[in-house]
């Protein structure tokens, strides 16, 4: 039950119809914990790779951390010294994390005899909630808030349907008060959400899922394509990301939005800032910030000098070192993969060197000139996107592994001819409908558009309403024009359905796997 599919469209409108009419105040958690598990049930691991009681496991380590994270919550609001309980109830919850997420990776290699332990299924979002969790224990301990008494609260906030599958990393000091008033039906609001879910949706199946079948074609023969076609299908493949998530992102807002919650925002239009910091602050937002706050800022402070090796030498850890362990750690929570961890560090060498010339040079003063900023936009686009060739690796885009990476890296420098470009890519995408021309043609002018429209909201929004929420575009446009974008996006987002559903099928959210 993807936020794309037609039982969530069903979905949703019941789940607030009972919540915001008919549920009274003291029972709305409750439906919410209620409607969050039928959710979670239907995104079970399933087939015949999951015999027995296998599908349950996600259901029940989903409640066991529900109810170990508000035990722990109110242990650590009775305690004066919380730093061994933290630490312990912390490291318990990244052990679980760690145990689901990475035992498949090393079962292959494993001594033991074939058969002996069964590949454990991976719980739908453990990495999103798992750090949740850790926040909200970490914000408890440092006196931040208070803990949560009512448990119901607590896991309707772990467990929220609108959030579990790729997040946003909610904070629960800024959820809890939420879930702890009431809700009403309010007309405004859920205008509000439909505009936000329709963007994110056009985003989703109009662009992003129309662009995968470019890509997909072209990294599944990374040494038969020429280095055009590899370069264009890596640009598609960083917008395809981009758009995958970020439409995710607007849906998942826009679900939580019509309860009468706000959540926090995921992107604001990345590919628009100038540097690595700037982007940083705008991609991934809410798994961004949770790593400044409970990541890289205690680094910083930490006292290193009981560390061995360096002890003896340095009181605290550079902010350089900091920042490559901070995305050591963000590459290895997307995977347990030598791609991640390769995009981890890129991530941290870009970073890192943006601090260090600015620690040599200092940082620019006056506002540099519209060419000089389109220079630099476009630079961290190029070393952005360059990253992607080992994410799409790591996510198993055309194939796994960095050889995969030094395929499509190697394909780069070969085959540099117009003509060659332009057989291989009609060939990708004539591949995809089953030879048909028709179709092939109807697909290069539907991306074109839809494309375009994306980009334009997207230059709205950074230019003219300096990043406030994607709805606003909509909502700021005279009646006529608003209408006009309205067709447009309903029309792109069955046009996406239909071409999703000729070419290959439909496909899950990127994020969706983490």
Partial sequence: MSFQSFSYFAFLPAVAFL??????????NALLLAASAVFYWFNRPTGDSWPGAWPLVPLAVLAAVCLFVWRMGLALARKEKKGRLLAAAVVALLAVLAVFKYFNFLLPVLPLAPGLLHALPFPLGISFYTFAAVSYLVDVARGDMEPEENFLNLAAFLCFFGTITAGPICRAK???????????FDPSRTVRALQLFALGLFKKVAVADVLMMYVQPIYSDAAGHGGPALLAATVGYTLYLYFDFAGYSEM???????????????????FFAANFSGFWSRW???????????LFTPLVWADASKLPLIGRRVSRLSPVVCVFIVFFVSGFWHGSTLPFVVWGFLQGAYRAGEELIHQKFG?????????????????????????MVFFAAGSNVGGAGLGQAFAVLAGFFRGWSPARFAAESWQAVLDGFYAQNMMA???????????????????????????????????????????VLYYALVLSIFGGLLMASGGFGGASFAYGGF
Wanted: with cysteine.
């Fill in 252 to 270: 998942a807002r826009a679900s939580a939005l019509l309860l009468g919650l706000d959540i926090p925002e995921n992107f604001k239009t990345p």
């Fill in 19 to 28: 919540y915001l009419k008919v549920c009274p105040r003291r029972w709305q």
């Fill in 284 to 294: 991934h937002i809410s798994l961004s910030g949770w790593l400044q706050d409970y």
């Fill in 174 to 184: 800024q959820v809890l008060p939420q879930l702890r008033a009431e809700h009403r």
């Fill in 363 to 387: 940082k620019p003063k006056k506002k540099a000139p519209a060419r000089v900023l389109w220079a630099k936009r476009a630079g961290v686009f190029a070393l952005w996107a360059f990253g």
């Fill in 441 to 483: 043609a109807a697909w290069c002018v539907f991306l074109a558009f839809t494309l375009a429209l994306a980009v334009w909201f997207d230059w709205q929004r950074a230019f003219h309403f300096k990043n406030k929420s994607a709805e606003l575009v909509l909502q700021s446009q005279k009646a006529a024009v608003r209408w």
